[in-house]
């Protein structure tokens, strides 16, 4: 049996590339992202009431996906990306329907423009919306539930952030009043560690980029050292 | 943009119609459902790992509302069904897209049948599954999130649950040795009152009926009090 559902709204999200995202919504509270909602459910009416909430269910589809074909295992990076664990015991992207939820801080919404500020999302520029729901904490919360494999948040990173005088002063000018909250974004994914799984820990140096916001952003790894060297606005 | 998904599981759940569903998971711990994996998805590898998991997230569709046109505000039930919200500030089951989103507790399964025993569900007996992910109470436990217009789960009921002497037999012969669940199914069910919101509080006398796992319900409501006179079993 096959339903089929509409896009009713689109991410407009810092992140423009699956890299570097975090797996996780909530793990980057200064990842922040615009829900903009599309004809025909543009009608400021379907917000309203919505003040009183601070959390929201998104769900979305992973569009970069829809083509990946699913497998009944997969390697989930929490466990180091070499065990495998049923599909359906993770919150893979790659999945038999390629749905993804999330949920997301409320950060303010206009209601006329039909525009959400969302913020501490895992979502990619672009995301296709199917749903909003509020969080409701007396059904959603529940503290005591058996986490699995993820029991808890990933520890504590112990990867020093670094920037290089020269990307800080690029950071500066591209990002304008920004500054303090941009570094502070940079600072949060980077001790996310990005890397693949199988590279953590590994002692090599290597260089990495990812794109983020009008920028794209390199960065150098040297044990538990993140040392930031290049900062470039991108042509939106 | 529209996109298609396919059932990768259907539930079959003590809840035979909508009338009398609770409207929130966990509100009836009593309540049952088995999920099913359909092919091609039902292969025991997709569940691995799923034993380390409390509570499950469910995608489902609102299979009975697919044709039933969404309006940009609804009247939810915790508001009395006097007082108009916008779509997106509820869990109503009439909104753009039918999409259903119920966390349940996993009380067990069986991998090799592909077969999954969940608690607290507010499913209706047929609802087609889309995805399974496993509750992670580190991301999705948030306590002090602010919860609109249902900050708080309903209060405790004042509705006294009476069984009629001959319904209870009813109910024992149909119910084999599961009788008390069975009771306790019912009381929670009858205290969270499914009467139209626009009907509480109103102390006319009333009858009502509801079809439960295989046997049709039938009870009185006088001011406070729910009388159940008459437990049927159904055909299957």
């Known amino acids: 049996m096959h339903y089929q559902f509409e896009t009713i709204g689109t991410i407009h999200s810092c992140f423009k590339e699956k890299f570097g995202i975090p797996r996780q919504p909530g793990l980057a509270t200064e990842a922040e992202a615009t829900l903009e909602l599309l004809p025909p459910y543009n009608q400021p009416d379907t917000l309203q009431g919505l003040e009183g909430y601070s959390h929201l269910w998104i769900s979305f589809v992973f569009h970069q996906n829809i083509n990946t074909p699913w497998r009944p295992m997969v390697r989930p990076p929490r ?129 990495f980029g990812m794109h983020l916001h009008n920028f794209n952003l390199r960065w150098r790894m040297e044990g538990k050292r993140a040392t930031i060297f290049e900062i470039k606005q991108v042509a939106v």
Chains 1, 2 share one sequence.
């Open 79 to 207: 466990l180091g990306g070499n065990k495998k664990v049923g599909v359906f015991a993770t919150r893979s992207p790659v999945r038999p329907n390629p749905l993804g939820l999330s949920v997301v801080e409320l950060v303010g919404f206009d209601r006329s423009a039909c525009r959400l500020h969302l913020k501490g999302v895992d979502l990619l520029d672009g995301t296709p919306v199917l749903d909003i729901k509020p969080y409701l904490p007396y059904v959603d919360a529940i503290a005591d539930a058996k986490g699995g494999f993820a029991p808890h948040a990933p520890e504590q990173s112990e990867i020093e952030v670094i920037f290089e005088a020269l990307a800080q002063q690029q950071l500066a000018e591209i990002s304008g009043g920004k500054l303090p909250q941009m570094m502070r974004l940079i600072q949060q994914l980077l001790q996310l560690d990005p890397r693949p799984a199988y590279m953590n820990n590994k002692p090599q140096q290597r260089e």
